[in-house]
């Protein structure tokens, strides 16, 4: 679906720059017929976005429905700034608008550490489905440990609410991941220091799950 709808916002680009609307009346058709392409893409974003976070509370949360989900909110935004630099009549707007959009959208994305929402979406979503009569659904552990070390602090700290087995899943994870940390600060130096995995390495050793099998 997203992928389908970004050609709309560059095709109404390239029609708004090669249609000649000299007079009012060809404007006035011209913003019309884009208002209605744009207000017919925004209702197949909202039924698209509605859909996928039925799919996530059924399934849980993955990088790529996050990056999805989130993508649309955004091409959304993009739409309704085009649809104004239209009406205002500057195009302008909608260049600089569109690329500042897409820096804040980068950045929001980054200050919400997407890997650690998956991992408390996820662990949140097995106690609500383990209160209903259905009480064999298990946490994906295998994918937790398939995360960025932006997600170990979060993943640390949940540790308590899962089973053994995904308990020794996650904890034999992350000490290797501790392990290749330490190896890639020793052999690269300072260059290779990043807040995301200190954080992690920290977190880690403090729970005390910098060797195998550490409780």
Do not use: K
């Not at 989900?69 to 909608?94: D, E, G, K």
């Amino acid at each position: 679906m997203p992928e389908t709808s970004t050609l709309r916002p560059s095709a109404l680009c390239a029609l708004a720059i090669v249609t000649r609307r000299e007079g009012a009346r060809e404007r006035r058709i011209f913003l019309g017929a884009s208002a209605a392409m744009i207000a017919l893409v925004l209702g197949l974003l909202a039924s698209a976005f509605q859909r996928m976070a039925l799919y996530e509370a059924a399934y849980g949360y993955t990088e790529l429905r996050i990056y999805t989900h989130s993508f649309m909110i955004w091409l959304a935004a993009l739409l309704s700034l085009f649809l104004l630099a239209l009406l205002r009549n500057r195009a302008q707007m909608f260049v600089a608008g569109g690329l500042a959009s897409a820096l804040v959208y980068v950045a929001l994305l980054n200050l919400a550490n997407p890997d650690a929402l998956i991992v408390r979406e996820n662990i949140g979503r097995l106690h609500m489905v383990l209160e209903q009569p259905r009480g064999d659904e298990q946490v994906d552990a295998y994918y937790l440990t398939q995360l960025s070390p932006d997600a170990t602090p979060t993943l640390i700290g949940a540790l308590g609410q899962l089973d053994s087995a995904s308990w020794q899943t996650i904890a034999a994870a992350l000490a290797e991941q501790h392990a290749q940390i330490a190896t890639r600060m020793n052999t690269s130096g300072w260059p290779a220091w990043h807040l995301g995995r200190a954080q992690a390495q920290w977190a880690i050793e403090r729970a005390g799950l910098a060797t195998p099998g550490g409780r």
